[in-house]
């Protein structure tokens, strides 16, 4: 079955400060998505990669997709406290299969 | 923004009991999907739903689960007699297309609690 390993499990960082988050497939994806949560609440999409190489970017986030489709990273520049929440990888293959999540912390 | 809904935000129920979670999918979306996440753990999937059948499950959506799509526009997950473990978080989440290419949109989830 399809695993997915994100890192780290948490990042606490200074506002302002960039940051990356991995996220790390067993097998070769159809897609990856990343979601954010904040805690007890639901999944808010944030980017969809499909092709190997791809880079997509929204606001001051951006992700990328390596070429064999079994990494991704999710950079953020410049830090604020509303970015802070667990970002969740999820690999599709049919279903979504997630990550664990990274708890991100933005101290202002 | 279209989005997903789901009720009721919180449900208590004893040990034993059937349980019913709703949700209303966008509303031209195909594809309807149920998670949970039990408390520190990941999200998992359950099942998938298309065309009025089920699509896939996993191992976690026994006999005790089921699905159903009653009208147009309302999505339920059925628990006929929960048990301590099924405390968590279950979220619907829907797609317009072919769900290995298409986003799947969350709603804000259910927090099911087993006494």
């Known amino acids: 079955s399809q695993e997915l390993e994100q890192s780290p499990q948490s990042l606490i960082v200074q506002e302002g400060k960039n940051l990356t988050i991995n996220c790390t497939s067993s097998?070769?994806?159809?897609?990856l998505y990343w979601y954010k949560q904040k805690y007890g609440e639901g999944l808010i999409f944030l980017m969809m990669?499909?092709?190997?190489?791809e880079e997509k970017s929204h606001e001051k986030i951006t992700a990328k997709l390596d070429e064999k489709k079994q990494q991704s990273s999710l950079h953020i520049t410049a830090s604020q406290p509303s970015h802070a929440g667990i970002y969740l990888c999820g690999g599709s293959n049919y279903k979504l299969t997630f990550g664990k999540g990274t708890l991100l912390t933005v101290n202002p | 923004e279209p989005e997903v809904t789901q009720t009721p935000s919180h449900q208590v129920t004893q040990m034993g009991q059937e349980v019913i979670l709703r949700c209303v999918p966008i509303?031209?979306?195909?594809?309807f999907y149920w998670y949970r996440q039990i408390l520190g753990q990941k999200v998992e999937f359950l099942v998938s739903f298309y065309n009025n059948e089920i699509s896939e499950k996993s191992e976690i959506f026994d006999d005790q689960f089921s699905v159903e799509r009653p009208d147009g526009s309302n999505f339920t997950l059925k628990i006929r007699s929960t048990k301590l473990e099924d405390s968590a978080m279950y979220f619907c989440?829907?797609?317009?297309?072919?769900?290995?290419?298409?986003?799947?949109?969350f709603g804000p989830g259910t927090r099911l609690t087993v006494l």
């Open positions: 989440a829907s797609s317009n297309r072919d769900p290995s290419t298409d986003t799947q949109y």
């Open positions: 097998k070769t994806l159809y897609g």
């Open positions: 509303s031209n979306h195909l594809y």
């Open positions: 990669l499909q092709k190997g190489g």
